[in-house]
């Protein structure tokens, strides 16, 4: 079954500080990976997306890495501000038959 | 501005009733996708659509009905609604060009 696995499940971070999040997956065969940003009571928002040879993508304060070898992805946020507090979802895509398969969430908490 | 947009956003009904929750598109995208999100899951697909009168099951496809009549247009209809059917529901379309995935703000619904 293609899974998804996200940690930390929630994070509390203070405002200026760095943060990671990780993003494990078993899916096959490999399409593209992508993060999503979730504000809470709105719906997800597309922060990057990455194929299989593309190994680091940026959006702003926001990088995102790709391992395909070892079928691991991480978010990485720079400097945190209080917009940055929501919900990032890992999302994965099947090759060949426009399934996604979606991680739970990492909750992010950014306080002053 | 061109976009997702879900009606309504918040609903309340009883057990027994049908709802219907509205998605439009104004891309003219080919596919559009509905899924329900719940606290301890990722967001799971109910039904997909490749093409107007083109419809397919998703992961939980139990106890909703879609239908495609016009491009723009993808209704989700719960014939009898169900307590386990309480959650948010997006509509999503992806970009045909970067597949970038769009999720529309939600419809929050609540089955008493």
């Known amino acids: 079954k293609n899974q998804v696995e996200q940690s930390p499940q929630s994070l509390i971070i203070l405002e200026g500080k760095n943060c990671t999040l990780q993003c494990n997956y078993t899916v096959s065969p490999f399409s593209n990976l992508r993060w999503y940003k979730q504000d809470t009571g709105r719906g997800p928002v597309s922060l990057t997306i990455?194929?299989?040879?593309?190994n680091t993508k940026s959006n702003g304060r926001y990088t995102a890495t790709l391992d395909a070898d070892t079928k691991q992805s991480s978010l990485h946020i720079t400097a945190s501000q209080l917009s940055d507090s929501a919900s990032y979802i890992c999302?994965?895509?099947?090759?060949?038959?426009?399934?996604?398969?979606f991680g739970k969430g990492n909750q992010v908490v950014v306080i002053p | 501005d061109a976009g997702i947009t879900q009606s309504p956003r918040y609903k309340i009904t009883e057990t027994g009733r049908q709802v219907t929750l509205m998605c439009h598109q104004t891309?003219?995208?080919?596919?559009m996708f509905w899924y329900r999100q719940d606290l301890g899951h990722g967001l799971r697909l109910i039904y997909y659509s490749a093409a107007a009168d083109i419809t397919d099951k998703g992961e939980v496809p139990d106890g909703y009905v879609v239908s495609r009549s016009k491009t723009e247009n993808f209704p989700l209809t719960l014939e009898s609604a169900t307590r386990s059917q309480t959650s948010v529901y997006f509509c999503a379309s992806p970009d045909r060009d970067t597949g970038e995935l769009f999720f529309g703000e939600g419809s929050r619904l609540t089955v008493l």
């Open positions: 999302v994965v895509s099947v090759y060949g038959n426009n399934r996604l398969a």
């Open positions: 891309w003219s995208h080919s596919y």
């Open positions: 990455m194929t299989f040879s593309e």
